[in-house]
């Protein structure tokens, strides 16, 4: 059983920043792959970026330039930094883990104020 606690986001103007950052109670070193998901009101989940154990990062066309995916093996933790927010990244944003089994951190709002 994985557990991931988010930390991170909050109220923002836009164009500003934010960093959340997602620790996983197991060794992220093993997992197959983690990411951030977003949830819009009325909108489905979609995945925001990704990183494999191989190092290999992906990112929605969205926040392609402004967000990065980062992990930090030694804490278990990875991270998401936004820069340059809009409000259309109003979000609760989702750590996500391929563990085998799928898991969901508990969600975080951010909302970007214009």
């Known amino acids: 059983q994985v557990q991931l606690v988010q930390s991170g986001g909050g109220l923002v103007q836009a164009g500003g920043s934010l960093r959340l950052s997602c620790a996983a109670s197991?060794?992220?070193?093993?997992?197959?792959?983690m990411g951030w998901y977003r949830q819009a009101p009325g909108k489905q989940r979609e995945l925001v970026a990704g990183t494999t154990s191989g190092g290999i990062t992906n990112y929605a066309d969205s926040v392609k330039g402004r967000f990065t995916i980062s992990r930090d093996n030694a804490k278990n933790t990875v991270y998401l930094q936004m820069n340059s927010l809009k409000p259309e990244d109003t979000a609760v944003y989702y750590c996500n883990a391929d563990a085998g089994w799928e898991y969901w951190g508990q969600g975080t709002q951010v909302t970007v104020s214009s």
């Open positions: 197991g060794s992220i070193f093993s997992f197959n792959a």
